[in-house]
Nanobody, 115 residues
Framework: QVQLVESGGGLVQPGGSLRLSCAAS????????MGWYRQAPGKQRELVAVITSGDITNYSDSVKGRFTISRDNAKNTVYLQMNSLKPEDTANYYC?????????WGQGTQVTVSS
């Protein structure tokens, strides 16, 4: 199982930016499509950004144009640059493969957008 550790969350004002990081263990990280997921209180976890092994990206409509996913296979790390943050982006953010591996969910990193 790939182990995943997310970091970079925090409290930010509306319109602000954050950069999330996800460090993965395992030497076969580069073959997986990876995604950033988020879960807000009382809501289901949703996939918001995907990057394939060939660096093709896709985004949910709610974050398109504001978030950018990237990966550094040499560092086994996936990033999520979040700009123009809105209060509705408040959630715990997780990374995982796409499709997700049930045993690889980490603790996530909390993002709170509030003035």
């Amino acid at each position: 199982q790939v182990q995943l550790v997310e970091s970079g969350g925090g409290l930010v004002q509306p319109g602000g930016s954050l950069r999330l990081s996800c460090a993965a263990s395992g030497s076969i990280f580069s073959i997986y499509a990876m995604g950033w997921y988020r879960q807000a209180p009382g809501k289901q976890r949703e996939l918001v950004a995907v990057i394939t092994s060939g660096d093709i990206t896709n985004y949910s409509d709610s974050v398109k144009g504001r978030f950018t996913i990237s990966r550094d296979n040499a560092k086994n790390t996936v990033y999520l640059q979040m700009n123009s943050l809105k209060p509705e982006d408040t959630a715990n953010y997780y990374c995982n493969s796409v499709p997700s591996a049930p045993g690889s969910w980490g603790q996530g990193t909390q993002v709170t957008v509030s003035s």
